[in-house]
């Protein structure tokens, strides 16, 4: 079966990929300026975690929009 994806597809895909890597800048500026360690340890959890989902997103974009 093909799949029939349009430009605009490829265009939403790449805005969720940079939301996805801004989403980690912020918990990383977060992370570094809380005073919580349980907010620390949660934010150092999420953008550690978010790199790595969001480059196989992208990856994962790109293999189906080229």
């Known amino acids: 079966m093909k799949l029939s994806i ?6 939403i895909a ?7 890597f801004n989403a980690r800048t912020v ?5 570094l300026s809380t005073r919580s360690l349980a907010q ?10 978010i790199v790595d989902l969001s480059d196989r997103f992208a990856e994962s974009a790109i293999g189906n929009y080229k």
């Open 27 to 31: 918990a990383h500026i977060l992370h």
């Open 40 to 49: 620390h340890k949660a934010l150092d959890d999420f953008y550690n975690g």
């Open 6 to 11: 349009s430009t605009g597809d490829a265009a």
């Open 14 to 20: 790449g805005e969720i990929t940079l939301l996805l």
